[in-house]
């Protein structure tokens, strides 16, 4: 069981930064899409940003110019730098690690990390 645990979320005024961390306990992400998807209160879960093995990575509307996803395969570690924060962008921030097999789908997921943004 692969296990996800992200870290770096706190409260900061807008415009500020913050910088999240996940750490795997396995080298399996390292060949598998690591994504941030985040979650508002009374909304759904939706997809912050997302990092393929190999390829380009791809990113919500909502965040293209201000979050940077990144990953360090040495540390089994995927990061995103959140720049000129919105109120917007509060929410519970979660790490996901996604494995394609032949016919399914399968998803870990970390605890999730507040992220609270003031005016």
């Known amino acids: 069981q692969v296990q996800l645990v992200e870290s770096g979320g706190g409260s900061v005024q807008a415009g500020g930064s913050l910088t999240l961390s996940c750490a795997a306990s396995?080298?399996?992400?390292?060949?598998?899409?690591m994504g941030w998807y985040r979650q508002a209160p009374g909304k759904q879960r939706e997809l912050v940003a997302a990092?393929?093995?190999?390829?380009?990575?791809n990113y919500a509307d909502s965040v293209k110019g201000r979050f940077t996803i990144s990953r360090d395969n040495a540390k089994n570690t995927v990061y995103l730098a959140m720049n000129s924060l919105k109120p917007e962008d509060t929410a519970v921030y979660y790490c996901?690690?996604?494995?394609?097999?032949?016919?399914?789908?399968?998803?870990?997921w970390g605890q999730g990390t507040q992220v609270t943004v003031s005016t």
């Open positions: 990092i393929p093995s190999g390829g380009s990575t």
């Open positions: 996901n690690l996604r494995i394609l097999r032949p016919g399914r789908t399968i998803d870990y």
């Open positions: 396995e080298s399996i992400i390292r060949t598998n899409t």
